[in-house]
T-cell receptor
């Protein structure tokens, strides 16, 4: 099973709302990611969690707040967003880890179907 | 700096034509290489990947890619395209081991005309 599940698939929110995007994987992966993809553009990395700790924050504005409650879940809390934040938000995971115990296939990143966010 | 370049931004082919999409990368150390496809309105799907070993990699749906280390290239090929191959194709690269910071190319939009 190589599945990353994201909810909701579509979200419309006002600029004063607080909402969250959720991501779940049950592949035992220890690295999880949030990407943002605007129309006709490649995905851009936002955050990386490794072993439930934030490892990379690509200078993302504080109105986006990631959370990793456990090794299977990754949330993205949204508050006071702007219309230009409207995009497809992709969650991904990979096995993570290093050393002889990590299979090469662990370097593959699996993407969820994404959450389409519209800020009005 | 790590980067991935895709040279063809929009390709139009007739069905049964052969396809080659160019991809070059600039990465320090051991690199993993990927091709992802995104059909209209859908999510990213992995077409194929290269970690090590045989530089000619075969993926799903008849696609293959060749890693040429001396040219820092990982071009995608398909001998005969179909209308259903119409999609956006992204070349990507990441470091090896641990968590991956994946860098995507700008993407190539492939349009196959019946």
């Amino acid at each position: 099973d190589t599945e990353v599940t994201q909810t909701p698939k579509h979200l419309v929110m006002g600029m004063t709302n607080k909402k969250s995007l959720k991501c779940e994987q049950h592949m035992g992966h220890r690295a999880m990611y949030w990407y943002k993809q605007k129309a006709k553009k490649p995905p851009e990395l936002m955050f990386v969690y490794s072993y439930e700790k934030l490892s990379i924050n690509e200078s993302v504005p504080s109105r986006f707040s990631p959370e990793c409650p456990n090794s299977s879940l990754l949330n993205l809390h949204l508050h006071a967003l702007q219309p230009e934040d409207s995009a497809l938000y992709l969650c991904a995971s990979s096995q993570g880890g290093q050393g002889p115990g990590v299979r090469q296939s662990g370097n593959t990143i699996y993407f969820g179907e994404g959450s389409w966010l519209t800020v009005v | 700096a790590q980067s991935v370049s895709q040279h063809n931004h929009h390709v139009i082919l007739s069905e049964a034509a052969s396809l080659e999409l160019g991809c070059n990368y600039s990465y320090g150390g051991t690199v993993n290489l990927f091709w992802y496809v995104q059909y209209p309105g859908q999510h990213l799907q992995l077409l194929l990947k290269y970690f090590s070993g045989d530089p000619l990699v075969k993926g799903i749906k008849g696609f293959e890619a060749e890693f040429i280390k001396s040219k820092f290239s990982f071009n995608l090929r398909k001998p005969s395209v179909q209308w259903s191959d119409t999609a956006e194709y992204f070349c990507a690269a990441s470091n090896s081991g641990g968590y991956q910071k994946v860098t995507f190319g700008i993407g190539t939009k492939l349009q196959v005309i019946p």
